[in-house]
């Protein structure tokens, strides 16, 4: 039995209290080198990474509701790299090493759970965009492989080779596909930000962006002014809302992209099994409950309202994929708010105003990019706006230049 | 074995002339029809029912009514299912689930020991340490995840979907509903009046009221005569409102149908959970809600032990005791936590029974039997001014508990819809705010308790939503009901210094569980609940929501109010996977041939939502039948079902001035009978589709569009035309045509064989041009195409038609052998051909430029749709070219998807790639570095393991670069 749980047991105290994971929200400053607005996985993991690598720990995280509340909560935990751009590989994969070690550098277990993600594919364009997937990403050093449905029935028994009358042709089989206990990655963060000085205010919403010319130098929130020199805007689903207070417009539509759960019930499904033609991917987490997701609305808004339409479209293919699913039983669905680009990549870097840095555009796969965004992100700050070149490629200007960074695969056609 | 059953009038719901056997756990269990599994169970003294989540601690039914997790039972054929809700009638076979060794001794419950070990969170604090060890350790963990086992080989049953409106859903038909649902049928209204247990009437059925149980049952009977009898109301039971969605869509789980109800008002009467006691052992087999408690004796004529006894926090507990006393079950005590009770009556009414009453004492601990696997003893304590415990006052043996602290209301549906959830510190009291418009509350769920105000809340709420309907005027007066009795102890939760006091019994969470998730700095309620996991089991906080934010509150010295409680989500139950799908519908299309394939044999493979030959034959013999079809078209003639292909047809003075606007080429002077290729570019200036413009008229066009972008396409042509105000009608007549492509040096011959009235010479019918018939009594649009670079007449009919069209084109082309050719066959001559297909040749990225179709584009016309782009993207340094390749045939052929890579670096892939039996030898398309794009240049393709081939670049097309015979 590890030992922190044996001094537990043997002790009187809750070991832990001494060095609480969050400390409570302090009195707001007038000023602080950088302010980040938004305390979701992005906003935290910038912070955390600017007090360790850069030594920059005068820091105010801004959070309008509670840590992590945001799309941090509410995504479905999918970790991987096997992307079709040489720009996002190599993003992404940086950010499934940093996944690797969190738990470890936390000292908080993130239960960072390799199991790997298997995409199916029903038509001849799909195979052919999953061959090209797979190809990109070995180069680049990932365990991704396209496999026959020989294999694909190895790896998952229960699957329905041929769900809705749409065949599995392959996988795409991504070794390196990981899930993880998404909230305890903004905790960890968290922690480990504050332990260094930096601070996290909760309910505080920031109302307006204070410039000087072309600089932005504060914000005002519910809580007060704040000054500061440098700015990051972290706030996913509400980036072109925040972008329109700061006084410039983001090339961003938002849409409702829901997701579900069932009740838990003993583990039988080990990868991440998805399939695109069927918008539906599934997964088991480590509580035994299946969470499910699929394609965002068809409509934009800024609602995370429910809609049964979408529960009933997507546990369809869910059943058709396992029929044996059709006697477990959904206990919750819910929805966050994705802002998409219109090349499915982040919009990272400058921004018009000066000293006001931009993550948004994280569309459906923020979550799994927190830990490389933190670091990039920290790194821009730290080194006054100069661009790392592992995010150059997402800069807000390649909409102008049309210099896109296309994640979006290779569209299914046929003549 | 029927010891614990009581005589009739008790066990309403029961029949006792049919007895039925069920089977738990092995053993043989004998109830009757109208039993519960629960019921049942208990009525065989068989409290203990489950094993919980974490700690495997004996469980037994707290609610009876399917509210909470203790009664997760497995099935056969399913996991978690509720035994308080399944009627003995349809399940018999059932076990427990969630332990190891079997329920009575489960060998798990070690885990309840050792849960000293265990802290809230205790697994973000360990496990991770040397790095590596997780993966240990999380095998491990992962086994003891889940509560039952998934059946993995079951088939879906039967299960299906209808429709429903009304003017008014009323949800719940407890004495609210039921008063709203007649009040409102009355005037007019059409009522759906949904309850979620088998018979209607909800408390009425079992809550006692008035201490002489006067008023309940001709309550109940004169409001169930009247809705029966009225025909304006349709009653649901056993059928449960799920999720309320916008504008009042509600889905209605019956038996394997879910009802999607449309509802114009909805009267929410769902009433409320009523609420548990926190103290040491409170989770023990026995301890039940005296809701629960009065369910079993009034509905299932069920004693829960012989001695019982009731835990107060409200005058509505007293009159449990009253019940059970005048059932025949002893009632050992009623222990009030509050120093005295409302109605002085109650006092009276107890003495007259000799039930000792401890007032301002709590159950401090409760005590299991011998086996622990039920309530043997509870401890009583003395309570000080301030509701802390003091000393013993004296121990009770007794086999059940009722325990009430309150009632809160069963807010899901209205929350859900937006509402808020608001509590009074100071009256404890809730309150729901800022419901949606057009929902309207009733009864307890509106905090109304007493049972002349609920009907009359009942009433009122009916009559909010008819003049919500405009179905009865405004009246002022019409003030509503005011609370009228408390109902909610402030504080029930009684902290032990040894601890087990659940304030969850889905997750084993205990009062320290709570106090420590916010010392360690989760102190939000959302935080809390995704720290300690407080709320997300199966029962999504019915009983620990409050209070967890007492205890919340408390530690963080805010209000109840402030703290909140977790965001409200549908479902408000578990609802099963196979209720959602219901019946397998797959919507695939099938164009007017489809039969005559299959006839033919054919590989029908997914193209967009359509189903299409790949080519004629078994699949085992693909390649085979791919150049056998080729071959016919190169050297005969062949037919191809080409009816998925997008039909667009422009109408309009402005018809000619839309295409120019939204194609790259020009169109204003296309001449009527002539086709035009047309590519659309989106405003990044990436190609997006293709396709023939055919000018019928001076304001007539139909344009052609790729199978799945045909949809993307009319979308964006009704978006753009919204802003151009063009005059332009466009329709999508896809679905209204079929069309089939006849191709090969003996096209001419097989229409001509048939009775077409179109002069098919080249002279009057050249390449590219569009002519309008017959073929027989067959109107037709023609159109000289050339995708696969032959002579070829596309031939386009209404669909109704097209089978005669394909058995007159098989019999005219029998005696020069025609053959029908599929989609692959198609692909591999159009790429002799060097044509591309969008989408497969082209990406997300792909200008006209990289794939060679700056010849369709009209740079004179002032705009189109993505010009700007597209000269920004043109203009700047290319970075890779759509080039043809051959490969030497000693090397592995190259596959789709492979990379081309030069000097370490990835620069494009491989689009298309087949062995050409026309050109002898592998062809195929791919994006390389634009130095290495000239003819005769070398390239690196990397292929399946990693294997270096290199290719030739090639000039376009592969096959009669002349062009001469598609203009034969």
């Known amino acids: 039995m590890p030992f922190g749980l044996l001094k537990y047991g043997l002790g009187k105290d809750y070991p832990f209290e001494r060095e609480p994971d969050l400390p409570a929200t302090p009195t707001l400053k007038q000023h602080y080198d950088v302010v980040i607005i938004g305390g979701g996985g992005h906003g935290v993991a910038t912070a955390y990474y600017l007090a360790k690598y850069h030594g920059i720990t005068n820091v105010a995280i801004l959070e309008k509701a509670y840590l992590g509340g945001g799309n941090t909560a509410r995504n479905t935990a999918v970790i ?63 365990r991704t492989e396209l496999i026959d449905p ?266 | 074995m029927t010891r614990s059953r009581l005589d009739a009038p008790f066990g309403q719901w029961i029949d006792r002339s049919e007895s039925v056997d069920i089977r738990f756990e092995g053993k043989t269990y004998s109830g009757f029809m109208g039993d519960t599994v629960a019921s049942a169970l208990i009525a065989n003294q068989q409290w203990l029912l489950s094993r919980s989540f974490k700690y495997h601690r004996p469980r037994g039914p707290l609610t009876l009514c399917g509210h909470d997790a203790n009664t997760l039972v497995q099935l056969p054929e399913a996991p978690n299912r509720l035994a308080d809700e399944l009627p003995i009638s349809e399940h018999r076979v059932i076990n427990a689930q969630n332990y190891s060794g ?300 009722a325990v009430s602290s309150g009632f809160m209301p069963a807010y899901q549906l209205a929350c859900q819809g937006g509402a808020r959830l608001s509590y009074d510190d100071g009256s404890a009291l809730f309150s729901l705010t800022e419901l949606p418009e057009g929902m309207f509350l009733a009864g307890s769920v509106n905090s109304i308790h007493a049972l002349h105000a609920v009907l009359a809340d009942g009433a009122h709420s009916a009559r909010q939503a008819l003049r919500h309907l405009g179905l009865a005027p405004v009246d002022s007066r019409d003030d509503g009901v005011s609370c009228d009795v408390s109902v909610n102890h402030p504080w029930p939760i009684f902290q032990h210094p040894k601890g087990r006091e659940f304030v969850d019994f889905d997750e084993d969470l205990q009062i320290k569980d709570i106090v420590n998730s916010t010392r360690q700095g989760y102190r939000d309620i959302q935080l809390v609940k995704r720290f300690s996991t407080v709320g997300m089991g199966p029962s999504q906080g019915r009983h620990s929501a409050l209070p967890t934010a007492r205890l919340v509150a408390h530690a963080t010295q805010r209000s109840v109010s402030e703290t909140g409680v977790t965001t409200a989500r549908p479902p408000v139950k578990p609802e099963p996977l196979g209720l959602l799908a219901g019946r397998r519908f797959d919507p695939a299309r099938k164009t007017p041939l489809d039969q005559r394939h299959r006839a033919l044999n054919a590989h029908m493979v997914p193209a967009g939502n359509w ?54 080429f020009a169109f204003l002077k296309q001449p009527i009978g002539k086709t035009r290729y047309v590519v659309f570019t989106n405003e990044q200036g990436v190609v997006s589709d293709d396709g023939v413009a055919a000018r019928i008229g001076a304001d007539h066009f139909y344009v052609t569009a790729t199978t799945t972008g045909v949809d993307t396409m009319v979308r964006e042509m009704l978006r753009w035309n919204a802003q151009w105000r063009l005059n332009v009608d466009i329709a999508n007549v896809t679905s209204a045509f079929a069309a089939i492509n006849v191709a090969g040096p003996n096209a001419r011959a097989v229409l001509d064989a048939t009775d077409c009235s179109i002069d098919l010479s080249n002279d009057a019918f050249p390449y590219l041009a569009y002519r309008e018939g017959h073929l027989g009594a067959i109107p037709v649009r023609m159109m000289r195409v050339g995708f696969v670079g032959e002579l070829g007449y596309e031939l386009h ?110 620069v494009g892939h491989v689009t298309s790639c087949e062995h050409s039996p026309t050109v002898g030898g592998v062809i195929g398309l791919a994006y390389v570095h634009p130095q290495d794009a000239a003819p005769d240049s070398l390239f690196e393709v990397r292929t399946d393991q990693g294997v270096s081939v290199l290719a030739r670049v090639c000039a376009l097309p592969f096959y009669d670069p002349a062009n001469a015979r598609q203009a034969l």
């Open chain 2, 102 to 401: 079997s329920l009575e001794r489960d060998r798990n419950q070690l885990l309840d020991s050792l849960g000293r070990f265990m802290p809230v969170g205790f697994y973000y604090k360990a496990f991770y340490k040397p790095f590596g060890s997780w993966r240990f350790w999380e095998r491990i963990i992962r086994r003891k995840a889940g509560l039952g086992v998934a059946n993995l080989t079951i088939e879906p049953r039967y299960t299906d979907k209808q429709y429903l409106f009304h003017d008014i859903a009323i949800i719940g038909g407890g004495p609210a509903g039921l008063s709203a649902a007649l009040t409102a049928a009355q005037a007019g209204a059409s009522v759906l009046l949904i309850d979620d247990q088998p018979h209607l009437g909800g408390s009425l059925n079992y809550h006692r009221f008035d201490i002489d149980a006067a008023e309940r049952a001709p309550t109940l009977n004169h409001l169930r005569t009247q809705i029966l009898d009225n025909d304006n109301i349709r009653v649901l039971t056993s059928a449960t409102c799920n999720g309320w969605f916008t504008d009042h869509y509600l889905p209605v789980l019956q038996g394997s149908r879910m009802y999607k109800v449309r509802a114009k008002a909805c009267i929410l009467a769902s009433g409320s959970s009523e609420q548990h006691v926190v103290f040491r052992h409170n989770d023990l087999p026995g301890i039940a809600l005296c809701s629960a408690i009065d369910r079993l004796i009034m509905l299932y004529g069920v004693a829960p032990a012989q001695r019982l006894a009731v835990l107060a926090g409200n005058d509505q507990a007293y009159l449990t005791a009253l019940n059970a006393h005048d059932a025949g079950i002893a009632v050992c005590g009623v222990i009030d936590m509050r120093a005295a009770c409302d109605d002085a009556n109650l006092v009276t009414a107890l003495q007259a029974r000799h039930i000792p009453l401890f007032s301002h004492a709590t159950v401090f601990e409760a005590h299991a039997n011998s086996p622990g696997h039920q309530l043997a003893a509870i401890d009583i304590h003395r309570l000080d001014s301030h509701g802390a415990v003091t000393e013993h006052w004296t121990t009770l043996a007794c086999g059940a508990l």
């Open chain 1, 80 to 142: 991987r790299s096997n992307y079709l751009t040489p720009q996002g590989v190599r993003f992404y994969s940086e950010s499934v090493k940093l996944f690797e070690r969190l738990s470890n550098e936390f000292d908080f277990n993130i239960m960072y759970s390799q199991r790997g993600q298997l995409t199916l594919a029903h038509t001849d364009a799909t195979v052919r965009a999953f061959r090209q997937r797979a190809e990109v990403n070995t180069h680049f050093g990932g």
């Open chain 2, 611 to 664: 189903r299409r030959p790949a080519f004629y034959g078994a699949p085992q013999a693909r390649d085979r039948w791919v150049q056998e079809e080729a071959l016919a078209v190169r050297t005969n003639v062949g037919l191809i079902d080409v009816s998925t292909l997008g039909g667009i047809e422009l109408r309009g003075v402005d018809a000619a001035q839309f295409l120019n606007r939204f194609y790259t």
């Open chain 1, 150 to 415: 020989h294999h694909i029935a190895e790896l998952v028994p229960t699957l329905n080779l041929n769900p809705a009358n749409m065949p599995v042709l392959a996988g795409l089989w991504h070794k390196d596909g990981a899930t993880a206990r998404h909230d305890a990655v903004a905790w960890g963060y968290a922690k480990g930000a504050t332990q260094r000085g930096v601070e996290l205010h909760q309910l505080t919403e920031v109302i307006d962006i204070i410039k000087e010319g072309d600089r932005a130098v504060g914000v005002k929130t519910n809580r007060g002014t704040v000054h500061c020199r440098s700015i990051v805007q972290a706030v996913a689903g509400y980036s072109a809302v925040l972008a329109g207070i700061a006084g410039f417009k983001l090339p961003l539509v938002s849409y409702p992209l829901q997701a579900m759960v069932t009740q838990p019930v003993k583990p039988f499904l080990d990868p991440l099994v998805s399939s695109s033609a069927l918008h539906c991917y599934v997964q088991q987490t480590s509580r035994g409950e299946l969470v499910f997701g699929g394609g965002s609305d068809p409509y934009p808004l800024y609602n995370t309202r429910s809609t049964l339409e979408l529960k009933e479209s997507l546990i369809a293919h869910a059943v058709e994929m396992f029929p044996f699913m059709s006697e477990m039983q959904l206990l919750r669905q819910w929805a966050g708010i994705t802002d998409m680009t219109s090349d499915y990549s982040p919009i990272m870097g400058l921004s018009p105003l000066r000293h006001y840095y931009l993550d948004a555009g994280w569309g459906t796969w923020g979550f799994k990019a927190t830990p490389i965004c933190g670091q990039t992100m920290a790194e821009l700050v730290a080194n006054d706006g100069k661009v790392p070149d592992l995010i150059a490629p997402f800069a807000l200007d390649r909409f102008d230049h049309f210099k896109q960074v296309n994640e979006m695969g290779a569209t299914a056609a046929s003549h």
């Open chain 2, 797 to 906: 009919v209404p669909s109704m038609l097209a089978a005669s069209l394909w058995d007159m084109l098989m019999n005219a082309g029998d005696p020069l052998t025609i053959r029908p050719f599929g989609v692959e066959a198609q692909r591999l001559l159009r790429l002799e051909k060097g044509h591309i297909i969008i989408g497969q040749d082209t990406d997300g990225m792909t200008h006209p430029g990289e794939v060679g179709l700056d010849w369709a584009i009209n740079r004179q016309k002032p705009f189109f749709v993505g010009r700007r782009a597209v000269d920004i993207v043109m203009a700047a340094d290319p970075c890779r070219q759509l080039v043809g390749f051959t490969v030497n045939s000693t090397c592995p052929q190259p596959k789709e998807g492979h990379l081309v890579i030069k000097a370490g670096d990835i």
